[in-house]
């Protein structure tokens, strides 16, 4: 039997050679080359062995910290273990405490993963404290860029934390950023100081770059001035024995499409709506009355608008009204009919008041940080109108350069945006499957983000390729944003393993999306 659960790529087992046994080690790996497999077989070889029975991830953005429970650890690890992910909105509930003691007084190998922001709090912080007194810790830090700041609490926070753990590691596809390789002070610090040879962060940006005194005449404050970096050849031999890099280009065997979920949490007026609007649905299961598939279809797209922001004030299917589009067959050329689903009937959609403001919708917050995390252009795929919308100014608050694509722009114009989204001159394109996911290329794609989700298969399948070209050499990033516990998560699934939503609807099934 095979020690691997899920077989590691090339470059894979090439990290896992030289670090499965380092006390300390830094992966910078390009997003999405599979960084975290990396880390949970070096834990599980170091628990085999009998040197650790646990680890501590701390993870940005939000949300992040919940793939290493829902979906990574289950696909790679053999051995018996239990995982929780830290929950700030459920901190101190009866069921999450549970889960917590559950995790510490368990048998066996122990996964907390949290979001670097959940340091600051004292709860998280009293817990920690029992965990790593019990227990023999990896402590990873997932995006070591988020503790690059010296002398900010939560880079002190995070450095006392890696002192309890006899195995560290961090990962980032970017380490280096606006503050040049000075970002790397605080991350490397994190492993062990004395890999960079300073204890000090003022000696140790003067040894690796050359300042001049420079005058802000607004503050009227004197500051340091960049001139230039230098001996940056011992600063990348320092760094050699400990650290492991590649870009998805030299990935030799990354497939076509690399498919990542984004967990984001409800904010609390948008969890306590879709409590309400399920629990009626469940009532009226329970009645024994068996729905259509259109009229679940309504029920299921009231839940999903709220998991996207806004009240659902949605009118649905309008009756004898048949889709222009497909005259009422359901289908255009033997396909479904994406502007219906499929169904033959004209859909009206009137979304309602926002349930919480668009600057704190933690959909869009998720979004935005996907985008600022990938280095090319990105597409937003989204199916209502008001999603759109919602996108469109969020993507422009964050300084993006932006266009728009669906049924409320011109046809003129819709060719002029995706043009210039091909050129480079747009850097995010906010679209909808059923005005751009078939026959169209926007191979400069390098993300595609599902924001909310047609229900339609054929839908899906078309949008994701509409970035795929025969002389692509770098993989598509594929995302779902995801709330847990809510319809998109079973949406999501129906659609990655093609199959067609409809067939699942029909009478008590509906209740399994519950």
């Known amino acids: 039997m095979s020690i691997y659960k899920r077989p590691p790529r090339a470059h894979q087992l090439k990290a896992l050679d030289l670090s499965r046994d380092a006390p300390v080690f830094a992966l910078f790996m390009e997003q999405r080359t599979g960084k975290s497999q990396i880390i949970l077989e070096t834990l599980a070889h170091q628990h085999r062995a009998g ?156 040894y690796y770059a050359e300042w001049k005194p420079g005058f802000n005449h607004t503050h009227n404050q004197q500051f340091e001035q960049l001139v230039k970096y230098k001996n940056l050849d011992e600063l990348e031999r320092r760094l050699a024995p400990y650290s492991f890099r590649i870009t998805r280009a030299e990935c030799a065997d990354v497939p076509a499409k690399v498919y990542t979920k984004r967990y984001v949490d409800l904010a609390p007026e948008q969890a306590r709506v879709y409590r309400q609007l399920r629990d009626e649905l469940v009532a009226e299961l329970a009645s024994g009355e068996r729905l259509t598939a259109p009229l679940a279809i309504v029920r299921l797209t009231r839940l999903q608008q709220v998991v996207c922001g806004y009240f659902p004030n949605t009118v649905g299917w309008l009756d004898n009204h048949p889709c222009p589009i497909c005259n009422g067959q359901g289908a255009v050329e033997g396909d479904t009919c994406v502007s219906c689903f499929g169904y033959g009937l004209v859909w009206a959609e009137r979304p309602g008041p926002d349930l919480v403001a668009p600057a704190a919708n933690p959909r869009l917050i998720a979004l935005i940080n996907e985008i600022e995390r990938c280095p090319g252009q990105v597409v937003v795929w989204a199916r209502f109108q008001r999603d759109v919308e919602l996108i469109l100014g969020a993507v422009r608050r964050a300084g993006f350069t932006v266009a728009r694509y669906d049924g409320t722009v011109p046809t003129k114009e819709r060719e002029e945006n995706k043009g210039a989204f091909q050129k480079g001159a747009v850097r995010v394109l906010v679209a909808t499957p059923r005005t751009l996911g078939r026959g169209q290329d926007l191979s400069a794609a390098r993300l595609l983000i599902y924001y909310s989700n047609e229900f339609s298969l054929r839908a899906r399948l078309q949008s994701e390729d509409r970035a795929e070209t025969l002389t692509r050499e770098v993989a598509t990033d594929v995302v779902d944003l995801i709330a847990p516990g809510t319809v998109d998560e079973k949406l999501v699934a129906s659609l990655r393993a093609n199959k067609r939503l409809a067939d699942q609807l029909m009478g008590d099934k509906l209740g399994e999306w519950l």
């Open 51 to 206: 040197r650790l029975d646990a680890a501590v991830i701390v993870a940005w953005p939000n949300g992040v910290h919940r793939n290493w429970v829902i979906d990574e650890a289950p696909a790679v690890l053999h051995d018996p273990w239990r995982g929780a992910a830290w929950n700030s909105a459920r901190a101190g509930t009866k069921g999450h405490e549970a889960e917590l003691e559950a995790l510490l007084a368990f048998d066996g190998l122990a996964l907390l993963a949290l979001n670097v922001e959940a340091l600051l709090s004292n709860r998280c912080r009293a817990y920690l404290k029992r965990f790593l007194e019990k227990r023999r810790c990896m402590g990873v830090i997932d995006e070591s860029s988020s503790i690059q700041t010296p002398g900010a609490r939560r880079t002190k926070i995070a450095h006392a934390l890696g002192r309890h753990c006899p195995m560290r590691r961090i990962l980032d596809g970017t380490p280096v950023g606006n503050g040049g390789p000075l970002d790397l002070y605080s991350q490397v610090g994190f492993l062990d100081p004395d890999i960079l040879g300073f204890r000090s962060y003022y000696a140790f940006k003067h």
